[in-house]
């Protein structure tokens, strides 16, 4: 396991335990946690398409590195981390991350293809689950202006629970992003192994704009982008999340601003 994710564990864990105590400023230590634990999981999401591909029979993915957890080994560090990066820091949807180079060609199953594409979202919906599980139990405790049930509720760590209500929206959203069946997105490697030869030939020319599109389709149409926002706002909503909870953890995690 690299040092470097170490290291971005270690800083995601003291984000956490300084917003859970209100140490020091507890709305910069959302911003600490919340900005770790995205990428944290951005790196469980890249090993996830790694160690898939490495157990159907990719023996290059070990050579490369990308089994050992370090982001700097992603393709592209400026799209892979920066800009995601950049797109979180400013409060918005992070693009779906880092990129492995892996051998689709050596799995002999179609389902194992498959497997490659959907083990990075995995891990972006079981945190997602673990997050708004976490939240839900914790409800009666968590601290106002949450609401539940009409009523707010009051209790301690709130700028916490906050930071946790927000992770968890950020990891439903790039879910959901990364599973939009489009060339170059995660959702197409999951339904192209079932597709005909010359359909994946046809929708190649769309994979390297596959994720400008969609970018797109979200910034410039809003039907799109209510619709998108709809979806995961009832994913939460189904967990039983507080509606207020994600811009509540937006608000502390960009700090600066108040």
Known sequence: MSSVFLAIVAVTVTGAVASWTGYGDAKFAVFVFVFGAYFVVLCLHEFGHAYAAHLAGDS??????????????????????????????????????????????????????????????????????????????????????FIVGGSAIFGPHQVFWQGVSFFAYIQVAVALLNLIPV????????????????????????????????????????????????????????FGQPYYGPGQGRDAFMFWQH
């Not at 982001?71 to 880092?98: D, K, Q, T």
């Not at 046809?202 to 619709?227: H, K, N, Q, S």
């Open 60 to 145: 290059g993915v070990a050579a490369r590195g990308y089994l050992d957890l370090n982001p700097l080994r992603y393709l592209n560090p400026v799209l892979s981390l920066l800009l995601p990066a950049i797109y979180l820091a400013l409060g918005g949807l992070p693009l779906p991350g880092g990129a492995v180079l892996v051998d689709r060609t050596v799995a002999r199953k179609r389902w194992q293809a498959a497997m490659i594409s959907a083990s990075g979202p995995l891990f972006n919906i079981q945190f997602a689950v673990i997050a708004m599980v976490a939240i839900a139990l914790a409800a009666p405790t968590v601290g106002a202006p």
């Open 183 to 238: 060339p170059g997105l995660d959702g197409f490697g999951i339904i192209e192994p079932y597709l005909r030869p010359e359909t994946r030939r046809g929708l190649e020319p769309i994979r390297p704009y596959g994720i400008l599109l969609v970018l797109l389709l979200l910034v410039a149409f809003p039907p799109v982008r209510d619709g998108f926002s709809h979806a995961v706002e009832s994913i939460m909503s189904t």
